[in-house]
C-alpha cells in the first residue's frame, strides 16, 4: 500500500476505532508507532487521543457526520506527515492498521476503510477501480497526448 492509501485508511481506521470496545488496544498501537518516533511527544499523544475519543462518541450520538469526516481529515493529514518524515514507520502502521484498527471496526465500516484508486496505464489504456466500480478508458491512435 503507497504511504498516502496507507495514511488515509488508517486515519479512518483509527478514528473508526475510538467507537468501540477495542478502543484500549488501539490507542495502545497507535502510541507505540509514535513512541519508534517520538518518544517524548506519547504523554500528549494519548491525552489527544483520549480526548478525540470523547468527541467522535458525541458525535456519532448527535450524528454529527461532518465533525466526524474532520476529524478524520485530521488524522489522515497528521499520518500523512508522519510517514513523509518517517517513512520506515509505514510497515508498522500498516500492521497495526490490519491487525488492530481494522478488525475494531464493524463490517460496514472496514469496507470504507479499504476503498481506494488503483491505476495502472499500459499505453494508451487506463484502468482505475474506484468504489468497487471498474473504469475502462482507451485513448484512440489519433488523440493527442497530454503534456504534463
Known amino acids: 500500500m503507497d504511504p498516502a492509501a496507507l495514511a488515509d485508511a488508517a486515519g479512518s481506521a483509527l478514528v473508526g476505532a475510538m467507537a468501540t ?7 495502545a498501537a497507535v502510541a507505540e508507532v509514535w513512541r519508534r518516533f ?4 506519547v504523554p500528549a499523544l494519548e491525552e489527544d487521543l483520549d480526548e478525540l475519543r470523547q468527541e467522535v462518541l458525541a458525535a456519532r450520538e448527535r450524528r454529527d457526520w461532518a465533525t466526524q469526516d474532520a476529524l478524520v481529515a485530521d488524522w489522515r493529514q497528521q499520518l500523512h506527515a508522519l510517514l513523509r518524515r518517517q517513512p520506515e514507520l509505514a510497515e508498522e502502521l500498516r500492521r ?5 484498527l481494522a478488525p475494531a471496526l464493524p463490517e460496514e465500516e472496514r469496507v470504507r476503510v479499504y476503498q481506494q484508486s488503483n491505476i495502472a496505464r499500459e499505453g494508451g ?15 484512440s491512435p489519433d488523440q493527442q497526448q497530454p503534456s504534463v
Open 38 to 41: 517520538r518518544p517524548e511527544r
Open 21 to 27: 470496545d477495542a478502543w484500549t488496544q488501539a490507542r
Open 96 to 100: 497495526v492498521l490490519e491487525d488492530v
Open 125 to 139: 489504456r487506463v484502468f482505475a477501480v474506484q468504489d468497487g466500480n471498474l473504469i475502462y478508458h482507451e485513448r
